[in-house]
């Protein structure tokens, strides 16, 4: 068995050998400037141009609509800001669930705009309530209020899905701006963006074996946006920076060879998920999973009885070389543990771990993985 196994392909993914060849010629002889007019420059404006054609060609759109950034925070920021800024939205709701690149956006420009902020109610497996989410649309429009909607696609932590066409049909009857942040959604899923409400989405390329540091945000037709960082006039003046090259391209390639093997990845590690969560349910008692059981196909969030050894089971599958993230529920509100798991209630004490995966894990891996769990627990 090759250690480590790296089981947390939801913090990040390992840059893809193939990902890597279509960005190494950025990195060595074609490194001009893009904004730079003579055909060094030409070459890579070039390769950015078409990076950016073959991702909107993925999401069904026009390439006007795409802009690079440094990643989903930067995107998220962006997009919040600009639904406030350009859009005029004078109050948010957003989850209790959200990326903390969501989470703490919308509270510092709550705070800073005197916004009306509200958090949606989730369903005990952690989806989104949307009778709820419905109320709080009609009490902020009531208000005088014009709503930003801000909302992922796949939670990061317990792989809840959005359902998209019932947020979509009800921020379009209370004329409300959306947002998705769709970092663990884009590369793992096809999306299409033709026909939909959305106005702005985010994503990160170090999620589906891209480079990290690299990132998108569209920005609807029907949208307005502006820049969160000020300065030259890259990204038609949407984003300023000497562009990140052999990032673009890598986030592009990426996305492509994702697409391209969808159906085949997504069955196998979907498979994976199964096979993990059948093992654990035949050799560990008492084991519950965070999450609805029809979620992303990629996280597995176990939750082990009372009783497992908190923080020494983390460090324990450290030491044998097994690459996992924890996560607790919050008691103390000092940021210590998961908001994620605090929000679903009911998960003091237990532990957590989340377990995620990629085209690179194996069966063996799963079943060596669960071998350790059980002479960890059940000694
Ligand atoms: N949103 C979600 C759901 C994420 O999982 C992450 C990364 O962990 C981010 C946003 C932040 O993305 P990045 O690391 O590209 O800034």
């Known amino acids: 068995m090759k250690l480590p196994i790296y089981l947390d392909n939801a913090a990040t993914t390992p840059l893809s050998r193939e990902v890597l060849e279509v960005m190494m010629p950025y990195m060595t002889e074609s490194f001009g400037n893009p904004s730079s007019t003579y055909s060094v420059g030409r070459t890579t404006r070039l ?38 800024r350009d859009m005029g939205c004078t109050g948010i709701i957003t989850s209790p669930i959200e990326h903390h690149a969501v989470l703490h956006t919308v509270q510092y420009y709550s705070r800073q705009h005197d916004i ?59 004329d409300a701006v959306f947002h998705s942040d769709c970092v663990q959604s884009v590369g793992h899923y096809p999306v299409d963006l033709s026909t939909s409400y959305v106005h702005y989405i985010s994503a990160s390329g170090h999620k589906f074996h891209g480079p990290k540091g690299v990132g998108i945000l569209y920005v609807s037709p029907s949208a307005k946006a502006g820049p969160l960082i000020h300065g030259g006039s890259q990204e038609r003046n949407m984003r300023a920076g000497t562009e990140n090259v052999y990032g673009i391209v890598g986030f592009a390639a990426a996305l492509d060879i994702a697409m391209r ?29 965070n999450g609805p059981i029809q979620g992303l196909y990629t996280v597995l969030s176990v939750c082990f009885p009372k009783g497992a050894a908190s923080e020494s ?9 097994i690459c996992v993230s924890g996560g607790s529920a919050c008691s103390s509100g000092n940021g210590g543990g998961s908001h994620v798991i605090e929000a679903l209630g009911d998960r003091m004490g237990c532990t957590t771990v989340r377990f995620s995966f990629s085209k690179f ?10 071998d350790v769990l059980h002479s960890a627990l059940c000694p």
Do not use: W
């Open 47 to 84: 390769a950015v141009e078409t990076a950016r054609k073959t991702v909107a060609k993925h999401l069904s759109v026009k390439p006007s609509s795409v802009f690079f950034t440094s990643g989903g925070t930067e995107s998220n920021n962006m997009a919040i800001l600009s639904a406030i």
């Open 361 to 370: 894990n194996t069966k063996e891996e799963i079943e060596h993985t669960v």
């Open 261 to 289: 093997s969808y159906e085949e990845d997504s069955r196998y590690i979907g498979g994976l998920k199964a096979y993990m969560r059948e093992l654990l349910e035949k050799r560990l008692p008492g084991v519950r999973f």
């Open 116 to 174: 009306l902020l509200d958090m949606v109610s989730l369903t005990k497996d952690g989806c989104i309530d949307y009778n709820d989410l419905e109320q709080k649309l009609m009490r902020q429009k009531n208000l005088g209020k014009k709503s930003l909607v801000s909302l992922m696609y796949a939670n990061n932590e317990i792989g809840s899905l959005l359902d998209l066409p019932i947020v979509e049909r009800l921020c379009r009857q209370y």
């Open 313 to 321: 089971l983390l460090l324990y599958l450290d030491q044998t070389g």
